[in-house]
């Protein structure tokens, strides 16, 4: 079946340690996407990609890296310079086009220890 | 893209009709309407899109009035999946607009037997 997937469901942060969470799509979509969740808020983009070696900073990207080496992945890297880590992440993935619907995994649950 | 308003929560019975509204008065001539739904602690599923006429599939149907300025997301026969946050999202139809969507809160709907 196409889908997306993230994994893994639940992650737990040390203080000063980065940590990675991936993303997997099989939908031979162009463009993927990292979306951050907190209670009471609405989703925000922290990175996406329109293609292959290529990747924008969203609303909130400090603290956070990606890479797009792949067209299939788009793994989003926390760093310790992320402050505030605890969230609820989501990546999602598109065609890059007009009216293109999002499409996106089951989510990562951050805390931080 | 321009914001919307959602009322925060509604009810609906099993089996009724379940109509969630929403005034996007900022609208603009090139920008569609998109619903989604984010069931508890999952990623956002979309549901369904419209620019002016009604529209309609297996998920729901999407009523836009005459001006645009609002809509109603119908559920026509409510189950108590269907529970979850609903999002409606304003979006232009240019390429990459998924990298501008403004999530707001959405309704959350519950579904009771």
């Known amino acids: 079946d196409g889908g997306i997937t993230q994994s893994p469901k639940y992650l737990f942060r040390k203080e000063g340690q980065n940590v990675t969470l991936s993303c997997e799509q099989n939908l031979n979509h162009d463009a993927m996407y990292w979306y951050r969740q907190d209670p009471g808020q609405g989703l925000r983009l922290i990175y996406y990609?329109?293609?292959?070696?290529?990747?924008q900073k969203g609303d909130i990207a400090e603290g956070y890296s990606v890479s797009r080496e792949k067209k299939e992945s788009f793994p989003l890297t926390v760093t310790s310079a992320q402050k505030n880590p605890t969230a609820f992440y989501l990546c999602?993935?598109?065609?890059?086009?007009?009216?293109?619907?999002?499409?996106f995994g089951s989510g990562t649950q951050l805390s931080v220890l | 893209d321009a914001k919307t308003t959602q009322p925060p929560s509604m009810d609906c019975a099993e089996g009724r009709a379940a109509n969630l509204p929403c005034n996007h008065s900022t609208i603009s001539g090139n920008e569609y309407v998109y619903w989604y739904r984010q069931i508890h602690s999952q990623g956002p599923q979309y549901i369904i899109h419209g620019l002016k006429n009604n529209e309609t599939n297996e998920m729901a149907s999407l009523i836009i009035t005459e001006d645009r300025k609002s809509s109603t997301l119908i559920l026509p026969h409510a189950t108590l999946r269907d529970t979850a946050v609903y999002y409606c999202i304003v979006r232009g139809n240019n390429a990459g607009n998924n990298r501008k969507l403004i999530w707001g809160l959405g309704t959350s709907l519950a579904v009771n037997p």
């Open positions: 990609s329109q293609i292959v070696n290529d990747f």
């Open positions: 999602a993935s598109s065609m890059w086009g007009t009216n293109e619907k999002l499409f």
